[in-house]
């Protein structure tokens, strides 16, 4: 079993490596993308409420100080995946679209006292969209069997990834920290064609292209305190370096004579012009009984001081003023009678939450949108003979994402995690 467990880790860390995106939001077209949901199965069910939990028999990567308090007998490995409908919505038409997403996979073990492990695959941005609008030119001077019109198709895929290995040590009772260290990794491809009825125009094709290969630092600290006999109270703390990937985006533009097949190309490239923002979390979770969480998590992404490359007027350049600074704030939690309660429903771990986040694109000149999202959730324990630590982790998410004047989004999501806790560090008696 220890075997399977480690060959279906590592098989899919093989698999997500090769995973396309799991967006159609034309909203992926700007930055890096669309962020991401980097929380796992059990956070989703708290609409991704993470910075103040402890879990001992989930993996709780968005503060690696939680490491230091995963039980010291078992192995964790937890996947997920999820299933989205998203409905769009522009100047009175409607559009719906499907996705099926591989989201993440990761791992944790106690390696020694007080000093926890995790490793795994998660997500970081994603882009997918392919789009077109047709309109006539000069409508006005043109004759009904003389018009001649025009099309512009938006096309892009691509987005980033990251493997972290992390670790989370408590030092003494009440207080832990811990880090982890990424390897980010991805590219995009996104495309403008501009093309005309006229075979006499020329198509004008503007290609944008780029390829990641950095790094990631997040750090997180634990301050756990009683508040009396049955409640207790974790404040946790994030941090995320922002900083330049090293990367050089490239933009091409090519005009085409479909008469005389002749194209005329520039490329443009910029030294070093992508970056991630600097990110702040703080939460606080209250434990009432070791069987009602409640809490509240804010998070501050500083997308502001981020520079963005952009053509206009004939020049590739970074741009400022092209984001805002981010903020979050979510309230969530879970309820569970016991783990060893009687009946299997008082065993099932019940949870919900809600968020608000900020705009942070610039788009025209004008904010992005604005997100509103809720979510319930189940953590369904695994009962056999075998094994009764494992969990399922399934919930569902809304998610609107809304801004006068642009699309609006709403997506349903189904996720689905399985954290597999294999009781592999116990010692055997032998008589």
Known sequence: MKKFALTAFFGMIVASSFAQSGTNSPYSMYGLGVLAEQSSGFNRGMNGLAYGFRERNQVNYMNPASYSNVDSLTFLFDAGVSLQLTNFKEGGKSVNAKNANFEYVVASFRAAKHLGISFGVIPYTNIGYNYSNTNNINEATQTDNDKTTYTNTYDGEGGLHQVYLGAGWEPFKGFSFGANVSYLWGDYTRSVVNSYSDSYVNTLSKTYSAEVRSYKLDIGAQVNFPLSKKDDMTVGVTYSLGHKLNSDPECQIISNNTQTAVADTTTYTIDNGLAIPHVIGIGALWTRNNQLRVGVDYQWQKWKDVESPIYSNSSYYLAD???????????????????????????????????????????????????????????????????????????????????????KENSFRINIGFTFNEKWFSKFKVD
């Open 321 to 407: 003023n092209m984001f805002k600074d981010r903020h979050k704030i979510t309230l969530g939690g879970e309820y569970c009678k016991g783990e060893k309660a009687r009946n299997f429903l008082g065993r099932v771990h019940y949870r919900a939450g809600v968020s608000y986040a900020t705009p942070y694109l610039v788009i025209n000149g004008n904010d992005g949108p604005k997100e509103i999202s809720a979510s319930l959730g189940f953590g369904i324990p695994i009962m056999n003979g075998y094994n009764n630590r494992s969990m399922l982790n399934i919930s569902g998410q809304w998610v609107n994402q809304n801004a006068n004047g642009l699309i």
